[in-house]
């Protein structure tokens, strides 16, 4: 009899061991418990730590509770300036409602995946490529409300969501870098002529300084000097005073004679001639008496210009012999004694030949 009781003491406790084996579960600390009773949903929901349920007729679903990072695959779109964009991200999502996850939805990290890539197509056709790039974070906060909707059905709220990369065309990267290059040359030139202005007043003011005291103006060409000196060059540079060159322009101004401009030349000088003359105005000394006719028909001695020298000169042709030592003797002259009257070595005879009466007496005048 008591044997019999022993064994089935031991037959009830192994059973007892069996069922609190398979009832018995662990809910860790980020883990909810949803248990589904003969395929419906317990009003509980299970706690972290040690939990029975029912073998054979209750179904624990653990849910964990964590912050979910999960990347959202790259995706190509077109933005509003009609520029081809491929742009990837990351969402942080986590549960707050683990009946509504289990419930609602089959796999709510599938579900998040896949709204998540919608949601960035979306946002990428409604932006400009100018807010891709410097404006993310509205169109974070644009795209987590575009998720969060539906998700708030699942049981499932969206942290944060980053934009992550957005990468261009070659082409619009070559574009943007020669648009980037230009703005900054443009501002390095305005920043170039601001100080251009300011040394232009301040030199203007150095100027104004120096002209009350002409000798500043040298001592800076000194230590224009020195500074250049200093460098051990070899070529040594001197400035040179505008104002010497404008002195030298007055003076060869000046010394131009009157009435004659600037790009003109001054008219030539036409000398009188003999015979427009003006007789009170002549030196009866400087006329040459063997040219000078009555005053009948001929050139009054008092008409004649003083610088005006008188020859007279005929066309009287040349002996053809030829002279010796290159000089005509002259008429009359006795001959040396021994010289031969004829032969090689004399001299043609030759007779001068009186000029004729109708030879030509003529003029010809010399400026002094």
Same mark, same amino acid.
């Given at each position: @009899?008591?044997?019999?009781?022993?064994?089935?003491?031991?037959?009830?406790?192994?059973?007892?061991?069996?069922?609190?084996?398979?009832?018995?579960?662990?809910?860790?600390?980020?883990? &909810?418990?949803?248990?589904?009773?003969?395929?419906?949903?317990?009003?509980?929901?299970?706690?972290?730590?040690?939990?029975?349920?029912?073998?054979?007729?209750?179904?624990? &679903?653990?849910?964990?509770?964590?912050?979910?990072? @999960?990347?959202?695959?790259?995706?190509?779109?077109?933005?509003?300036?009609? +520029?081809?964009?491929?742009?990837?991200?990351?969402?942080?999502?986590?549960?707050?409602?683990?009946?509504?996850?289990?419930? #609602?939805?089959?796999?709510?990290?599938? !579900?998040?995946?896949?709204?998540? #890539?919608?949601?960035?197509?979306?946002?990428?056709?409604?932006?400009?490529?100018?807010?891709?790039?410097?404006?993310? =974070?509205?169109?974070?906060?644009?795209?987590?409300? @575009?998720?969060?909707?539906?998700?708030?059905?699942?049981?499932? #709220?969206?942290?944060?969501?980053?934009?992550?990369?957005?990468?261009?065309?070659?082409?619009?990267?070559? %574009? @943007? *870098? &020669?648009? !980037?290059? *230009?703005?900054?040359?443009?501002?390095?030139?305005?920043?170039?002529?601001?100080?251009?202005?300011?040394?232009?007043?301040?030199?203007?003011?150095?100027?104004?300084?120096?002209?009350?005291?002409?000798?500043?103006? #040298?001592?800076?060409?000194?230590?224009?000097?020195?500074?250049?000196?200093?460098?051990?060059?070899?070529?040594? +540079?001197?400035?040179?005073?505008?104002? /010497?060159? &404008?002195?030298?322009?007055?003076?060869?101004?000046?010394?131009?004679?009157?009435?004659?401009?600037?790009?003109?030349?001054?008219?030539?000088?036409?000398?009188?001639?003999?015979?427009?003359?003006?007789?009170?105005?002549?030196?009866?000394?400087?006329?040459?008496?063997?040219?000078?006719?009555?005053?009948?028909?001929?050139?009054?001695? %008092? *008409?004649?210009?003083?610088? +005006?020298?008188?020859?007279?000169?005929?066309?009287?042709? /040349?002996?053809?012999?030829?002279?010796?030592?290159?000089?005509?003797?002259?008429?009359?002259?006795?001959?040396?004694?021994?010289?031969?009257?004829?032969?090689?070595?004399?001299?043609?005879?030759? =007779?001068?030949?009186?000029?004729?009466?109708? !030879?030509?007496?003529?003029?010809?005048?010399?400026?002094?």
């Amino acid at each position: @009899m008591v044997q019999e009781l022993l064994v089935a003491l031991v037959a009830v406790l192994s059973c007892g061991l069996v069922y609190a084996m398979a009832a018995a579960r662990v809910v860790k600390q980020y883990e &909810r418990g949803v248990v589904l009773r003969l395929g419906r949903l317990h009003d509980a929901v299970r706690p972290p730590g040690f939990t029975m349920i029912v073998p054979g007729i209750d179904r624990l &679903r653990k849910v964990n509770m964590q912050i979910v990072t @999960m990347p959202v695959p790259a995706q190509d779109g077109i933005t509003r300036d009609n +520029v081809t964009v491929r742009v990837d991200a990351v969402i942080y999502f986590k549960v707050v409602d683990p009946a509504s996850a289990v419930i #609602q939805v089959e796999d709510y990290r599938f !579900a998040v995946s896949q709204m998540a #890539q919608t949601s960035l197509r979306s946002i990428i056709g409604k932006s400009d490529l100018d807010d891709l790039l410097s404006d993310r =974070e509205k169109l974070n906060q644009g795209l987590e409300l @575009m998720i969060d909707s539906p998700a708030v059905g699942w049981g499932v #709220q969206i942290d944060r969501v980053e934009i992550k990369d957005v990468s261009l065309p070659e082409t619009m990267k070559r %574009s @943007m *870098a &020669r648009q !980037a290059e *230009a703005d900054r040359e443009r501002r390095a030139r305005v920043i170039n002529a601001d100080a251009e202005l300011q040394a232009s007043k301040k030199l203007a003011q150095a100027a104004q300084q120096m002209s009350t005291q002409p000798a500043a103006l #040298q001592l800076r060409l000194l230590q224009t000097v020195v500074a250049v000196a200093a460098e051990k060059n070899s070529t040594l +540079v001197l400035p040179f005073p505008v104002e /010497l060159l &404008r002195f030298l322009e007055r003076a060869q101004q000046g010394q131009q004679p009157q009435g004659v401009h600037d790009g003109q030349q001054a008219p030539e000088q036409q000398l009188p001639e003999p015979d427009a003359v003006d007789p009170n105005v002549v030196d009866p000394g400087l006329v040459d008496s063997a040219v000078v006719a009555s005053s009948d028909g001929g050139v009054d001695p %008092s *008409a004649v210009d003083p610088t +005006v020298a008188l020859q007279t000169f005929t066309d009287q042709p /040349l002996p053809d012999g030829s002279l010796a030592d290159g000089a005509p003797e002259p008429d009359g002259a006795p001959e040396p004694d021994g010289a031969p009257e004829s032969g090689p070595g004399a001299l043609p005879e030759f =007779e001068p030949e009186q000029p004729p009466e109708h !030879a030509r007496k003529g003029r010809f005048t010399r400026h002094h």
